[in-house]
């Protein structure tokens, strides 16, 4: 599996793409005006408790105050609060108070109408390692497979652990490391630690303590392995800035980054930029004639598959099986691309030999361990619905670059002309009634007033007759096709 990154840098954003084997895999976007908040420590003040909820409001400095849970507050030793007392509706009144200052971390983004996560459980990344001030167990993560190397890994945090306060998670990059990088890793978290306790001192509540790395820096420090044979940078600033960096914590990637000055823009390699336009389309089209249809909601987002043109060679039961086939590859693609975190429904065609529907299953949790995202799949249901839940932590592609419509709202629909026509009917003969006057203008979309004084002109003869008064249509040009105006003259 080669893999490259590809790092486009304008004054006002920043864009990362993950290639992998040619085809654009995932996309990083951050702009300077909305920074991604996941990893940021603030010193929050306690807003408001809700001991129904088992959690408390925290005013962190944003629009909206963020959400901190009870699972997510730490006692005055440090330690996770027991299962049984999370239950018990007291627990959030005697952890906190209003107007108490604390020290939280972002654990998710703000998402729509949703203010941020928070944690008071703080962690701090390094390359190799996540550093838990108040823990004291070691852990390795479960993406290093080798038994012998975990316990390797584990056994030389375990000894460093001895010499430092706090607990530690090994992350994957750490595979193959030495214990001497691990131990200048620890010493780099402990210092980083202690400044920001320091600062922590000299901060007002709701500013922000420690701010985590930008863009290029935390794509460099938690996503490049030895699978990434480069890293293409198009701004000479931010190449130096990404070299001085990489040469103090991940030294062998240095001769992999590179400067690119070519005259094509850095994102049309790989059409990395026609994927993106894609990525914010309803249909994806598979490569046999079959496609996928992607509807994200505000609840869950459902992937419907379809054999659409694809016809097969052999019979029907063969067809579904490829097509399905094909699309848990395309699905798992599309969920790391588009970011699609939630709820997620997969109504695959339905099959019915068992034997088919393990194989698509297989298929499709293989392809999700490429994922980086923490995914749950159940199996094949009654209804031929696969359900799964992926991991959010920021926003989706298309609510990052995209808004609601402002004609259907978000709908994804709109009334028909015919519709709007008879509302404006309806609504005339109701102000008729009301109100006296002499006559009514009906001020209405381009669409719906050619309609009327066509289709509809003998219906518009027939309702002055009965209201007893004239009736003129004029166009707005600014109106949508569902605005319209009666005005009394």
Request: aromatic share 6%; hydrophobic share 40%; proline share 3%.
């Amino acid at each position: 599996m080669s893999e490259e990154i590809l790092i486009n840098v304008t004054p006002r954003e920043t864009r990362v793409a993950i290639v992998e084997n040619g085809v654009l895999q995932e996309v990083f976007i951050e702009r300077a005006n909305k920074r991604g908040l996941v990893g940021n420590i603030y010193k929050g003040r306690v807003a408001r408790i809700l001991p129904g909820m088992q959690a408390a409001f925290i005013n962190i400095g944003l629009a909206r105050t963020a959400f901190l849970h009870a699972s997510n507050i730490a006692t005055a030793n440090g330690d996770e609060i027991a299962e049984e007392d999370k239950r018990t509706h007291e627990d959030i009144a005697q952890l906190l108070r209003d107007d108490q200052e604390v020290l939280v971390q972002v654990i998710k983004d703000p998402l729509g109408s949703k203010g941020a996560r928070l944690t008071m459980h703080i962690t701090v990344p390094s390359r190799y390692l996540v550093y838990m001030p108040g823990h004291n167990a070691v852990g390795v993560s479960q993406r290093i497979e080798d038994e012998t190397e975990r316990q390797r890994l584990k056994d030389i945090m375990v000894k460093i652990a001895q010499d430092h306060v706090g607990g530690y998670i090994v992350r994957t990059a750490a595979e193959g490391a030495t214990e001497g990088e691990l131990l200048a890793d620890t010493q780099f978290l402990h210092k980083l630690w202690e400044d920001i306790r320091q600062h922590e001192g000299l901060t007002a509540a709701g500013e922000v303590v420690y701010e985590d790395l930008p863009l290029p820096m935390r794509i460099m420090r938690d996503l490049v392995n030895t699978d990434v044979e480069k890293v293409r940078i198009d701004s000479w600033e931010t190449y130096q800035r990404v070299v001085d960096f990489t040469a103090k914590f991940v030294p062998h990637m240095v001769p992999r980054i590179e400067h690119y000055a070519g005259e094509r823009p850095c994102f049309d390699l790989y059409s990395v930029e026609d994927e993106l336009k894609k990525a914010l389309e309803r249909k994806v089209q598979l490569k046999s004639g079959g496609y996928l249809i992607i509807d994200q909601t505000e609840a869950l987002t459902t992937i419907d598959v379809n054999t659409g043109a694809f016809v097969g060679h052999r019979n029907l039961e063969e067809t579904i099986f490829k097509t399905n086939l094909e699309a848990a590859q395309a699905i798992t693609r599309q969920l790391r691309l588009r970011n699609l975190g939630g709820i997620i429904i997969l109504d695959f065609i339905d099959m019915l030999e068992e034997e088919h529907k393990r194989q698509v299953m297989r298929a499709l949790e293989k392809a999700l361990t490429r994922d980086r995202a923490k995914t749950y799949v159940t199996s094949v249901s009654e209804l031929g619905l696969v359900q799964m839940t992926r991991k959010r932590t920021r926003e989706s592609l298309e609510h990052l670059l995209c808004e609601p419509c402002p004609t259907c709202s978000g709908r994804g629909t709109v009334k028909t002309p015919v519709t709007v026509c008879y509302e404006i009917f309806r609504e005339i003969v109701r102000e008729a009634r009301q109100f006296d006057a002499q006559k009514l203008l009906v001020l209405a979309s381009q669409e719906v007033v050619d309609l009327v004084l066509d289709e509809e002109s003998a219906s518009i003869a027939e309702l002055e007759e009965f209201i007893g008064k004239p009736i003129r249509f004029q166009v707005e040009s600014q109106y949508t096709q569902e605005q319209f105006d009666v005005v009394l003259m």
